[in-house]
């Protein structure tokens, strides 16, 4: 991808987020939106351009909590937590959006949401690179579900990252 390109897609996804902190429940069409339409083609391009932010915003926090702890399972099971939480707590819009529009992944939006929670499974200690994927996939998303439950439970303030 070109500087341009990387560039005009950043622009687009800012104007993207803007309008969902306006309105939520109304995912633009990018025909519809000069700002959208030279950048992506449909609204599962938009999706998944929203999961990769997200997910480059989660790695990059999910190894700062990492390099905090000891390594134990517990340890290791906070700092995915945390990550996530201050994922969440520093990106509402944008969690927001995928939550409310990302609900039955399709194609490419699925293989980076599972992606994602192989990830997080990984990383928490809930699973072991060892096992098949799908079960590493089950585990994620296990957890997945325990994060958004607590964020709608517990306030959490972000620790300060440096990305």
């Known amino acids: 991808m ?3 390109r990387f560039h005009r897609r950043q622009q687009a996804i800012g104007f993207l987020l803007e309008r969902l902190a306006r309105t939520p429940d109304r995912l633009p069409d990018p025909r519809s939106h000069d700002e959208l339409s030279d950048v992506f083609a449909d609204r599962q391009r938009l999706l998944c351009a ?3 932010k997200w997910t480059q915003q989660l790695t990059g926090r999910l190894d ?3 390099s905090e702890c000891d390594g ?3 340890d290791r099971l906070e700092a995915a937590r945390l990550a996530w939480q201050d994922t969440a707590a520093e990106n509402p819009v ?8 990302a609900t039955a992944p399709k194609g490419e939006l699925r293989e980076a949401v599972e992606r994602e929670r192989r990830l997080l499974a990984l990383t928490a200690g809930v699973a072991e690179h060892s096992e098949p994927d799908a079960e590493i996939s089950r585990s ?13 439970t517990e ?3 972000p620790a300060p990252v440096m990305v």
């Open 140 to 152: 994620g998303a296990a957890l997945s579900r325990l994060l958004h439950a607590a964020e709608h």
């Open 64 to 66: 700062t909590r990492l």
């Open 72 to 74: 134990s399972s517990g």
């Open 2 to 4: 070109s500087w341009q």
């Open 94 to 101: 944008l969690r927001a959006a995928l939550d409310r529009h």
């Open 155 to 157: 306030p959490h303030t």
């Open 50 to 52: 929203l999961q990769h």
